[in-house]
């Protein structure tokens, strides 16, 4: 298997650390807002990646942290006149909702900022004996200048980022590239106690000390977005190297960015959209599966010209995935017949196998994979009538159900409600709770709930969106 590994620039063997097992660290989301699109790519390939080396029976351990304690979470608590933590708590929550219907695996943990603070005053402590590290006024900075491989995974030199540097004038520090790790309390913010007063720690800090937490010293892979290349993960290797003497991770890996028609998705251009937003308009299944059509590494653009593109591809895969189970239902004979003995023999289906995992251990190459799984309905619905064996259809739907299970992808059409019938129910729900029959009111919750519609009380009335 090859993984191109952004530490070194190139495809490299993939090796982990102990055989048989995997240690992945994948940045999770800052929760004070529904996720973005661009949130979406790189929880749903990181999820692919994962599901994958499952099939490969790795035993995966998979950490994505919640950043619970922000600048942007703080400032929308602000506004809202609440507490941060009613901010992140709930979206958090919403989160893991967009994951469950993205077909995102749960992690095996979800770390929060909030709940490792100790672990981080500890880091910080050990980096300033160690001498990479310098307190001032309150604040605690760490000295890139005394990491001698800082840059090395955006393959930058110190001289370069210094000259190129955009950072405002900060007397505190003794040189532009240094990075706070802990920053004194302000008026109106949350704090904890620390040996260089109250405050909190910044951000980079956070990722370092829940990866050895949960995953020890040293792990096989980290990943995220391109954009987190340079600072936080250049930051997240000085850290934990200067602290643990250890090489952080063997493999980094990150998805390539996303545009919206063309233009880089922005909130000022109008452009920004929530997966919330996209899935009132289309399902989950089909944000995954356009995701899926690119190589991870690759930019891809997002509109609804190609998003409907995508729509159509995952209907015809659902489509030859339903004929075939029309056709095992009516089949009337068991056993292969005489042609399908010699695809057997061939070993056909096993081809499109192999041909998928070929793509798959070709740096996760999902775009090739998917041609595969559109080669593989082809051929079924070539191969197969109504003279066809239920054992032969029976194959070729376990093969289908099969690989498009590796990539999250919904290989048998859900069947939903029409928009008309969920208006009808919740406008039930609605009465139910005006005469106070509050049971049926979660009752109809419930079962608009069974039914992939996700129900969103606001202050502007009830929202609803497929899930």
């Known amino acids: 298997m090859k993984i191109y590994n952004t530490l070194t620039n190139k495809k490299e063997t993939f090796t982990p650390i102990e055989e048989g097992k995997i240690k992945m660290y994948v940045c999770g989301p800052t929760v004070y807002n529904y996720i973005h699109i661009g949130n979406a790519r790189p929880l749903i390939v990181f999820d692919t990646v994962r599901k994958y080396f499952e099939y490969k ?41 967009d994951s469950k219907g993205l077909d995102v695996k749960p992690a095996t943990m979800y770390p929060k900022a909030t709940e490792e603070i100790g672990g981080m005053i500890e880091m910080i402590k050990t980096l300033i004996e160690k001498g990479y590290a310098y307190e001032v006024n309150g604040s605690v900075y760490f000295e890139t200048k005394k990491f001698e491989s800082y840059g090395k995974l955006s393959n930058k030199n110190q001289e370069d980022l210094e000259a190129g540097a955009r950072i405002a004038v900060d007397t505190e520090k003794r040189n532009p590239m240094d990075f706070v790790l802990w920053k004194p309390k302000k008026e109106g913010e949350p704090a904890w106690k620390s040996p260089w007063g109250e405050g909190r720690p910044g951000w980079h800090i956070e990722c370092s000390v829940m990866a050895k937490k949960h995953l020890g010293d040293s792990i096989d892979i980290h990943a995220g977005g ?49 997966v919330r937003e996209i899935v009132d308009e289309f399902s989950y ?54 042609k399908e003995i010699v695809f057997v023999n061939d070993k056909e289906l096993e081809k499109y196998k192999h041909k ?15 041609s595969v799984i559109f080669e593989l309905v082809k051929f079924a619905n070539k191969n197969t009538d109504s003279d066809s064996s239920k054992e032969f259809i029976n194959n070729i739907i376990i093969l289908i159900d099969e690989l498009c299970g590796i990539l999250g992808i919904e290989s048998k059409k859900k069947e939903g409600l029409l928009d008309e019938d969920v208006n009808k129910l919740i406008e039930k729900r609605q009465q139910a709770r005006k005469d106070r029959d509050f049971a049926l009111a979660d009752e109809i919750r419930d079962e608009l709930k069974e039914k992939g519609i996700i129900l969103e009380d606001t202050r502007e009335g009830v929202r609803w969106h497929r899930g």
């Open 226 to 274: 391109e954009d987190l290349i340079f600072p936080h993960h250049e930051n997240e290797i000085a850290q934990s190297e200067a602290a643990n003497g250890k090489q952080f991770s063997k493999y980094w890996m990150h998805n390539g960015f996303i545009n919206v028609d063309n233009k880089k998705m922005s909130k000022s251009l109008g452009n920004f959209f929530t």
């Open 57 to 97: 029976n790795y035993d995966v351990k998979y950490v994505t942290n919640f950043t619970d304690v922000d600048d942007k979470i703080i400032k929308k608590a602000n506004e809202e006149g609440v507490d941060f933590k009613e901010i992140s708590s709930k979206y958090m929550k919403e989160f893991l909702v």
């Open 285 to 338: 299944d089909i944000v995954r599966f356009f995701m899926l059509n690119a190589h991870y590494r690759s930019p891809i653009n997002f509109s609804r010209e190609l998003i409907r593109a995508a729509a159509n591809g995952l209907e015809r895969i659902q489509t030859g995935r339903k004929n075939l189970n029309y056709l095992y239902e009516d089949a009337k004979m068991n056993d292969y017949t005489e």
């Open 356 to 370: 998928f995992e070929s793509a798959m251990e070709d740096d996760f190459n999902t775009a090739d994979a998917i």
